[in-house]
């Protein structure tokens, strides 16, 4: 699987360290069930997902990547702080 890093460009995907779903940037302020939920609950679907990787190997920046898990092709890739939420 290759990612395109708006910093570098085009790389194999193991110069990337993967965080997790695009979820934690939502971090609840206040409520320790909402917090719980954060934490614990996490969808596993089939098809489009957005996720967290770190150009480990390269810039480091955080990447915010739109990524198909039925056929792992990669859709779209943002700097995270390019990102609204």
Known sequence: MRITCPNCGSRDS?????????????????????FHDYVYLRENSAGPNTE?????????????????????????VALVSEVSR
């Open 52 to 76: 967290l990787w770190q150009h480990e190997m390269g810039c480091r920046a955080w990447l915010h990547v739109t990524r198909d898990t039925t056929s792992h092709a990669v859709l779209a």
């Open 14 to 34: 193991r110069e990337y360290f993967y965080l997790g779903a695009a979820k934690l940037l939502d971090r609840p302020e206040n409520g320790a069930a909402a």
